[in-house]
């Protein structure tokens, strides 16, 4: 397997906008293998849009890859969103990594009344990421569903990449068979190894029947981490709103000097996975450079030749 890491926002933790697109240039500059941006509609927290920031990052870079951890499905119209990532992916030269999800059942967007109910995302969501794919592979498309009614369309360009990969995230029974049936690859949330281990394996079982096949390769875990210790100021509060509670923070997230971050991502590579979103617990613009160059100095060369 091939380890590769990225960088992921949670949300938008920089004091201005230049202060983000130094922290781009940063992680170009260095080894890191991707930026990832998670997505979400409604918050009381900066976040920026997805589909946006994947369009701003495929003009401003020219080696790092990028992509949405994970743009939850039922809130996009599947052939804006197929557009989108078509066009994103044509002009950045390939390097667009997309995520799919169906979101929360208590997602703030359900109030909003425009996308159904939240007991409808999953069969929503696949719909549409059948949807998805034809679009980028097929001349015309023409589909009856019970979301979708699409007659004789179709987009160009198509992605550069052929096929376009479609990883899918979450961790239930239904993502679990989602990926099987759909995905290309797939990439957990906070988790433990163990649950992490439990999901690749469900998902190979799962495969055995489809009659599918997932690269080996394709299986990515998301890991907060910060290098310090658990005493620096402030640490605590944010670990526990990744983790849920300062117990599972400790037990989940890597915090230490490389040796120890690395320790817990090799934790995660032996429960199969091997591609990883490094999402820095730093606030401030100058803690978040500070964090990332030292994860591309002290651990990206070692992970990488693993």
């Keep these: 397997m091939s380890v590769r890491i990225g960088i992921g926002l949670a ?14 240039e940063l992680c170009e500059k260095t080894a890191l293998d991707s930026i990832w941006q998670t997505d979400r509609m409604l918050s009381e927290q900066p976040f920026l849009e997805s589909m946006a920031a994947m369009a701003a990052l495929a003009g401003a870079t020219e080696r790092i890859k990028f992509g949405m951890n994970a743009i939850v499905v039922p809130f996009r119209d599947p052939l804006l ?5 078509a066009t994103i992916d044509y002009l950045s030269g390939g390097r667009l990594l997309p995520v799919f999800g169906v979101g929360r059942d208590s997602a703030p967007e359900w109030r909003t009344e425009s996308y159904g109910k939240p007991a409808q995302r999953g069969r929503r969501a696949d719909e549409a990421l059948a949807l998805l ?38 961790a239930s029974d239904a993502a679990v068979r989602r990926t099987a049936r759909l995905g290309t690859g797939w990439l957990g949330g906070t988790q433990s190894p163990a649950e992490v281990r439990a999901v690749i394996e469900g998902i190979r079982k799962e495969l055995t029947a489809t009659g599918r096949r997932i690269d080996p390769d394709h299986y990515g875990a998301s890991v907060a981490f910060h290098f310090g210790s658990w005493d620096d100021p402030g640490l605590e509060r944010l670990a526990s709103a990744r983790a849920g509670s300062a117990e599972q923070a400790r037990a989940l997230l890597a915090v230490g000097d490389a040796r120890a971050i690395l320790d817990r991502l090799r934790e995660y590579r032996d429960a199969g996975a091997s591609k990883f979103v490094l999402l820095p617990l730093a606030r401030g613009d100058a803690a978040l450079l500070e964090q990332t160059r030292r994860l591309a100095a002290e651990v990206i060369p070692e992970a990488h030749a693993w």
Excluded at 81 to 85: D, F, S, T, V, Y
Excluded at 133 to 148: A, D, I, K, N, P
């Design 11 to 24: 949300g938008y933790p920089f004091s201005e906008p230049r202060a983000y697109w130094r922290w781009v």
């Design 133 to 170: 794919q034809r679009l980028w592979t097929e001349e015309r498309v023409s589909f009856e569903g019970e979301f979708y009614r699409y007659r004789d369309v179709s987009i160009a360009p198509r992605p550069r990449q052929s096929p376009l990969t479609c990883w899918i995230g979450g």
């Design 81 to 85: 969103l197929a557009k989108q990532c």
